[in-house]
């Protein structure tokens, strides 16, 4: 791995080390021996970023990292990502622990000396920080003395595109047999040594909206042998989201909004055709379940007067992330131990979309939100160009999620 150093980010003075020791003293000793291993394989993933289906070589050096620690792993089917076990030498439940491996179509503008060497491509969203994270978790499981249960390491492609690479886990058979299944998320304006814990909706279900209006275009001086398309997509770009807000229960937080919208090319043109396009996102499951029918019957109802004719294409995403309240009182629990009392925070609900999702689908699970600011540098959120990720939660998310494993197994 050809990175740019060797060495942990410092902690500014004056400040503790959020990742110290809390044991057990096996954990301890796999963090002091790993951690300089661990920030070399993340600047490295960071400097190498791969966009969703694309992370073949993000998916053979974490194969190579495990190999080579005696744990065996197995790609998945498509050929990126990978699944392994470790059997903790006694009886209990199974425990999938999730992270994704893709990157984004984001120019990088961080600044930093490991920042991405690919053009147009970065990790501006944490997720090499998640799979080292779940590297470093399985490489102090392996070496504990024992523990009780199984533990599924999901290391999952694509979660940035729809649908996403949950579903090859699903249909790979990796979550067969799975009595809970966690996560943790980078949150930038959290504070590195925190982890944001939630019941409930945490993330929202996002859905495409995309509607073609056609028409008999004409001059704009006899609009009255034409069907006016412009007119007709500023009803429903106006009306839509006031009439799904009456329609689904107020509290599911439905939000739609266009972030595009075409129509002609002359100011005394009526054009024969226009576009839409916007996301509809719902923290409610079941809202989520109606909002397709509500928002087909409508448009239908909208577009009626004008006369126009349309096709509306809506493309169900990823469901809302739903944290089981057991399994959050687990991670409470974890934090608490790994991390100390104080570490525990609340998470806020985010409009963003997860698949993890489609994880909870198969079992019950959570997930949680892995502080990364560092206090010092502006916040900027998900997603942006100037993303950083304070590496000192490297080891509070190592510690986060053996504790996790420590407390499903009690």
Known sequence: MDDASDETTP????????????????LDEALSTELPRLVRLRRHLHAHPELSWQESA????????LA????????????????AELDGGAPGPVVGLRADIDALPVL??????FASTVPGVAHACGHDVHTTVLVGTALALHAAPAFAGRVRLLFQPAEERMPGGSHQLVASGALEGVDR??????????????????VGSITSACDMIELEVTGPGGHTSRPHLTVDVVGALAMVATRLPLLVN???DPRSGALLVWGAIQAGAASNVIPRQGTLGGTLRVMDRAAWELAEPVVTELVEQLLAPSGAEHRLT???????????????????RAVTA???????????QSAGAEDFAVLLDHAPGALARLGVWDGLEPQVDLHSSAFRADERAIPVGVRTLVHTVLAVGE
Not at 11 to 26: I, K, M, S
Not at 68 to 83: F, K
Not at 181 to 198: E, S
Not at 338 to 348: F, N, S, Y
């Open 246 to 248: 009456r329609r689904l």
């Open 68 to 83: 080579a620690a005696g744990i065996p792993a197995q790609v998945l089917p498509g050929g990126t990502g990978l699944v």
């Open 108 to 113: 990088e503008g961080s600044g930093l000396p």
């Open 338 to 348: 790994g991390v100390g009392v104080d570490a525990v925070t609340d998470a806020e």
């Open 11 to 26: 902690a500014p003075a004056g400040t503790a080390d959020p990742g110290a020791g809390r044991g057990p003293a096996w």
């Open 314 to 332: 809506y493309i169900r995403g990823v469901p809302p992330v739903v944290n089981d309240a057991a399994s959050v009182a687990l991670l409470q």
């Open 181 to 198: 299944v966690f996560a943790l998320h980078c949150d930038p304006r959290v504070p590195v040594g925190q982890v944001g814990l939630r």
């Open 58 to 65: 993000t998916t053979q050096l974490l194969h190579d990292v």
